[in-house]
T-cell receptor, first 115, second 111 residues
Framework: DARVTQTPRHKVTEMGQEVTMRCQPI?????VFWYRQTMMQGLELLAY????????DSGMPKDRFSAEMPDATLATLKIQPSEPRDSAVYFC?????????????FGPGTRLTVL | RKEVEQDPGPFNVPEGATVAFNCTYS??????FFWYRQDCRKEPKLLMS???SGNEDGRFTAQLNRASQYISLLIRDSKLSDSATYLC????????????FGKGTHLIIQP
């Protein structure tokens, strides 16, 4: 049963520290998304990649957030420096070629708390 | 106006009852529509797609009204296991990938 995996599942850190979240998409999926979920805003798209190329990161605060796909099996989302308002659940999702606009599978999320 | 709006609930419904909720979306150029289900502290999972002609999957029926920009979900003979948050989702217009989510409607099925 193919799944998107994310690490770490939980992260507690102090303000100002760097946070790196990792995602392994489902094998064969060529589109990877990063979403953030908070009680206030709900689920928001931060950025996405197709064939490892960044296509849209307009939802991401540029000054502190960065997203990369060093290879087809790994996507990373980094926050530096982290702030308390970054506390949220960060979900990675992947989609198959040609269908990613319609079919996305979510990972279990990284629950981030910034103190 | 929010892109996708839903009544957050909670909807408290007795087991076996029929429950319906809906959402509205703001961008008339949106092309695809879905209901996702999210259990507490879990990831969202696709429940069903929504079409203008209606879509039925067992006890679940989804309907799209493009003229009113309105999407509905009907659950018949509700089960305790239906308790979850139901997210109304639309694809972004212009062919962009990525989904726009409503904040969800919280459903509680009571025994």
């Amino acid at each position: 049963d193919a799944r998107v995996t994310q690490t770490p599942r939980h992260k507690v850190t102090e303000m100002g520290q760097e946070v790196t979240m990792r995602c392994q998409p489902i094998l064969g999926h060529n589109t990877v998304f990063w979403y953030r979920q908070t009680m206030m805003q709900g689920l928001e798209l931060l950025a996405y990649f197709r064939n490892r190329a960044p296509l849209d990161d307009s939802g991401m605060p540029k000054d502190r957030f960065s997203a990369e796909m060093p290879d087809a099996t790994l996507a990373t989302l980094k926050i530096q420096p982290s702030e308390p308002r970054d506390s949220a659940v960060y979900f990675c999702a992947s989609g198959p070629p040609g269908l990613a606009g319609r079919t996305q599978y979510f990972g279990p999320g990284t629950r981030l708390t910034v103190l | 106006r929010k892109e996708v709006e839903q009544d957050p609930g909670p909807f408290n419904v007795p087991e076996g009852a029929t429950v319906a909720f809906n959402c509205t979306y703001s961008n008339s150029a949106s092309q695809s529509f879905f209901w996702y289900r999210q259990d507490c502290r879990k990831e969202p999972k696709l429940l069903m797609s929504v079409y203008s002609s209606g879509n039925e999957d067992g006890r679940f029926t989804a309907q799209l009204n493009r003229a009113s920009q309105y999407i509905s979900l009907l659950i018949r003979d509700s089960k305790l296991s239906d308790s979850a948050t139901y997210l109304c989702v639309v694809t972004r217009p212009g062919g962009a990938d990525g989904l726009t989510f409503g904040k969800g409607t919280h459903l509680i099925i009571q025994p």
